[in-house]
C-alpha cells in the first residue's frame, strides 16, 4: 500500500517536459482508486449464524486499492474511450468460516475462521466517457478482474495461508462522473450497478449449507463505490 501511494506522488509530480507537450500528446492516464464496499454478510444456513452476525453489526468493511495504466483514445472533442491495466487487492474484514483444504490440501474437524480474507487481482478496465461540460465528465465502466493469489489471515492467530490460483474472478460496470481539477489530474466517482462473479467456493460452501452446489458464478451485489484520482500523462 505504501508503495501504490509513493508512485502515485511521483507520478503526480514529474515535470512536465518529461511527460508530454500539449493536451493533445497526453494518451496516457495512471490512476489510483480506492474501492469502499458494504460486507458479505450472508451466512446461508450456518448453525452459528445469529451470534457471527450479532458480533459484526458494521455495514461497511471490504476494501480495494488498485493502481493502473489506460491509454486513451479520444475519436471526437466530447467522446473518449479507454482501455488498460491495473493491480488491485480486496480485502474483507467480516470475520467468517472458510474451507482451509483449500489452502493446505489437508482436512480438518476444526472449524476455521478468517478475519481478513484478501485477493490479489489484476484488472482490465474499459471505459467510455462523454465530456459534459469544461471539467465535468460523464463515465460508462466494465472491470474484468483475474484473481491470482487469495489470503486467509485466521482469527486470533498470526497465521496467514496463502496460494496462487489464477481464474476468473469477476466483472464489474460502474456508472460515475469525472472532475478535472486540472489540465492533467482528475477526480473520479464511481458506483458499481452490476457485477458477475464466479462463486468463492473457499468461503461459499458446505461449511454454509450454501445450496448452490453446482452453480458456478453470482450476480449478488454489495453497494460498492469507487473513488479515483487520475494522472494524464
Given at each position: ?11 503526480a ?27 458479505d ?16 453489526p ?29 493491480f ?16 493446505t ?8 475462521w ?26 460508462v ?8 493469489w ?5 482469527n ?78
Amino acid at each position: 500500500m505504501k508503495n501504490t501511494i509513493v508512485i502515485a506522488i511521483v507520478l503526480a509530480i514529474l515535470p512536465k517536459p518529461l511527460l508530454s507537450q500539449n493536451d493533445a500528446d497526453r494518451k496516457w492516464v495512471t490512476f489510483f482508486s480506492f474501492g469502499l464496499q458494504a460486507h458479505d454478510k450472508r451466512l446461508f444456513d450456518f448453525p452459528p449464524k445469529e451470534a457471527a452476525l450479532a458480533r459484526q453489526p458494521e455495514t461497511f468493511g471490504t476494501y480495494q486499492f488498485s493502481l493502473g495504466i489506460h491509454r486513451v483514445f479520444q475519436p471526437d472533442r466530447k467522446i473518449s474511450f479507454t482501455t488498460g491495466i491495473g493491480f488491485s487487492t480486496e480485502v474483507a474484514t467480516f470475520s467468517r468460516p472458510f474451507e482451509h483444504y483449500y489452502f493446505t490440501g489437508r482436512g480438518t474437524y476444526e472449524l476455521t475462521w478468517a478475519n481478513r480474507y484478501s485477493k490479489h487481482l489484476v484488472q482490465f478496465p474499459i471505459a467510455a466517457r462523454y465530456k459534459m461540460g469544461r471539467r465535468l465528465g460523464f463515465q460508462v465502466e466494465a472491470v474484468p478482474q483475474i484473481g491470482m493469489w487469495t489470503v486467509a489471515k485466521q482469527n486470533g492467530t498470526a497465521i496467514r495461508l496463502s496460494k496462487f490460483d489464477p481464474g476468473f474472478y469477476s466483472a464489474e460496470f460502474n456508472l460515475g462522473l469525472n472532475y478535472s481539477i486540472s489540465r492533467r489530474i482528475y477526480l473520479g466517482l464511481s458506483y458499481r450497478i452490476f457485477q458477475i462473479k464466479k462463486i468463492d467456493k473457499v468461503l461459499f460452501n458446505y461449511i454454509l449449507r450454501d445450496p448452490r452446489k453446482d452453480e458456478k458464478f453470482e450476480t449478488y451485489n454489495p453497494f460498492k463505490l469507487w473513488f479515483t484520482i487520475g494522472y494524464r500523462m
